[in-house]
T-cell receptor, first 115, second 115 residues
Framework: AQTVTQSQPEMSVQEAETVTLSCTYD???????LFWYKQPPSRQMILVIR??????QNATENRFSVNFQKAAKSFSLKISDSQLGDAAMYFC????????????FGKGTSLLVTP | EAGVAQSPRYKIIEKRQSVAFWCNPI?????LYWYQQILGQGPKLLIQFQNNGVVDDSQLPKDRFSAERLKGVDSTLKIQPAKLEDSAVYLCASSFSGLAGGEQYFGPGTRLTVT
């Protein structure tokens, strides 16, 4: 079974600064997808960014980018120019490309953004 | 485009009582997921439907939980009888297809408190 580990229960960043959230995963599969989801207090899960394992290029979405290290099974999220609205729980998730297709989530990292 | 709808948003029941949650996915989405999110953890898949058939229910406690998706659209998740450990947020998600790269869209969730 695939496991997703987020080792940082909480992180703090000042507005306009950059923060990196860590995620590692364990799998024996070669083809899969990785995601970062944001969950604000409203509980609505919002997709931030996704990465296909077969792509070497790191995904970027505006201020959000990932550092995907397939050999190390690492998938970190970098948030640049942090904004107050970025404060939320962030979940790393794995999804098999072969079966099931349900998301396998980590425990999450709570991000606090200070003015 | 309307998002995934869930009701109720909150529910408080006593242990051994029964409860039901409703989910209406995005129109045209064939795949529907129910996740359980216990406080401080990431969501965990309970059951996945493809149209009105079950794809994966391996983590559904079948002695007390049941789910159906009649006509391949709306879905209902039931707990009977509820236990204290069932206190959690129940998230419904849908995707256009069950393929691994298909984005899952989440509803706002139902927060269940069992006393």
């Amino acid at each position: 079974a695939q496991t997703v580990t987020q080792s940082q229960p909480e992180m703090s960043v000042q507005e306009a600064e950059t923060v990196t959230l860590s995620c590692t995963y364990d799998t024996s599969e070669s083809d899969y997808y990785l995601f970062w989801y944001k969950q604000p207090p409203s509980r609505q899960m919002i997709l931030v960014i996704r990465q296909e394992a077969y792509k070497q290029q790191n995904a970027t979405e505006n201020r959000f980018s990932v550092n995907f290290q397939k050999a190390a099974k690492s998938f970190s999220l970098k948030i640049s120019d942090s904004q107050l609205g970025d404060a939320a729980m962030y979940f790393c998730a794995y999804r098999s490309a072969d079966s099931g297709y349900a998301l396998n989530f980590g425990k999450g990292t709570s991000l606090l953004v200070t003015p | 485009e309307a998002g995934v709808a869930q009701s109720p948003r909150y529910k408080i029941i006593e242990k051994r009582q029964s409860v039901a949650f409703w989910c209406n996915p995005i129109s045209g989405h064939a795949t529907l997921y129910w996740y359980q999110q216990i406080l401080g953890q990431g969501p965990k898949l309970l059951i996945q439907f493809q149209n009105n058939g079950v794809v994966d229910d391996s983590q559904l406690p079948k002695d007390r939980f049941s789910a159906e998706r009649l006509k391949g659209v709306d879905s209902t998740l039931k707990i009977q009888p509820a236990k204290l450990e069932d206190s959690a947020v129940y998230l419904c998600a849908s995707s256009f297809s069950g393929l691994a790269g298909g984005e899952q869209y989440f509803g706002p969730g139902t927060r269940l408190t069992v006393t």
